[in-house]
């Protein structure tokens, strides 16, 4: 079982930065594949960012690259999304969650957080 805690969502201006955390119970955070995932009202939860367990490897949605960064610590049980050049269209509650593999879709994923919630104005 693996609970996951979001937090650092806000208000910012458009071309501003966030940077979201989701700190993970359980002492075997490095054996799952960390997903960021966002939903808008009336749309379907989307994709935005996957790390490996290992955090060799990543995954973006075309919409967010080169502009948002997921990456990991371990140690502190704790996955990151580093969000630059933010867009208003970027809007949405941004969940994180956990998957025994490493894959950018939301059934790939078993554990999510409550999410957190990211607005952004023009």
């Known amino acids: 079982q693996v609970q996951l805690v979001e937090s650092g969502g806000g208000l910012v201006q458009a071309g501003g930065s966030l940077r979201l955390s989701c700190a993970a119970s359980g002492r075997t955070f490095g054996k799952y594949g960390m997903g960021w995932f966002r939903q808008a009202p009336g749309k379907e939860r989307d994709f935005v960012a996957a790390?490996?367990?290992?955090?060799?490897?990543?995954m973006y949605a075309d919409s967010v690259k080169g502009r948002f960064t997921i990456s990991r610590d371990n140690a502190k049980n704790t996955v990151y999304l580093q969000m630059n050049n933010l867009k208003p269209e970027d809007t949405a509650v941004y969940y994180c969650a956990a998957s025994s593999g490493f894959a950018g879709f939301t059934g790939a994923y078993d554990y999510w957080g409550q999410g957190t919630q990211v607005t952004v104005s023009s």
């Open positions: 790390i490996s367990g290992s955090g060799r490897s990543t």
